[in-house]
């Protein structure tokens, strides 16, 4: 398999993906300004809808103002412990202005997240994803805009533990080819029905290639 100069090898990029995990425990030491940057140019080339780069991120270090996040990084009564603990937080937002994108968005800044987890884990930081968080609470804490959405909230630093690696289902139970169903990659499948509709008939017959 070709080999392209400065890129790791197939085998040591899935070896990262593998090995990376939720940290929920972290040292007090900062994340030096380097790293930080690195993580944000992770961010900064992750793929969107139409290149929008619809995406903020708001890099938390300030004591007192992560403390206050951490007390509305909750749901209901549970509330996150790790949020508190570490020493570095990236909220990661998302630019709500247009409406068709907005579709979009969710994904556009998922992906951002996740480059920026797995430069984490090569730079030897831990990270986890807090999805449930009172977003009203912390878009007023940081100041955040109205036309930026809180997508997600990333912990960081240098973890306090190291977990074992977490079970997988197998691909036996998640992969399909061609059809939902088939799997066996024989390449006999047939495909399903289209829902018919009047509506959907006419945009069928008169879409355009495009691509953006």
Known sequence: MPQTDNLPSPESLLALLKS????????????????????????????????????????????????????????????????????????LCGNVR????RQFLHEDVGLAGSQIMLQAKALGLGTCWIGALDRKAVAGILKIPEHLEIVGLLTVGFPAEDPPPTSRKPLS???????????VDDGDATPGQIPAGPLGILLRRFRLPFRV
């Open 20 to 91: 990376r995990r939720s940290i929920r425990r972290y040292r007090s030491d900062p994340v030096p300004d380097e790293m930080v940057e690195q993580l944000l140019e992770a961010g900064r080339w992750a793929p969107s809808a139409s290149n929008r780069q619809p995406w903020d991120f708001i890099v938390v270090r300030d004591e007192a103002i992560r403390q206050q996040v951490a007390q509305h990084a909750a749901f209901y009564f549970i509330k996150w412990a790790q949020v508190e603990e570490a020493p570095l937080l990236i909220v």
């Open 98 to 101: 247009n409406r068709f994108y």
């Open 173 to 183: 139970e998640i992969a399909h080819y061609d059809v939902y169903g088939n799997r």
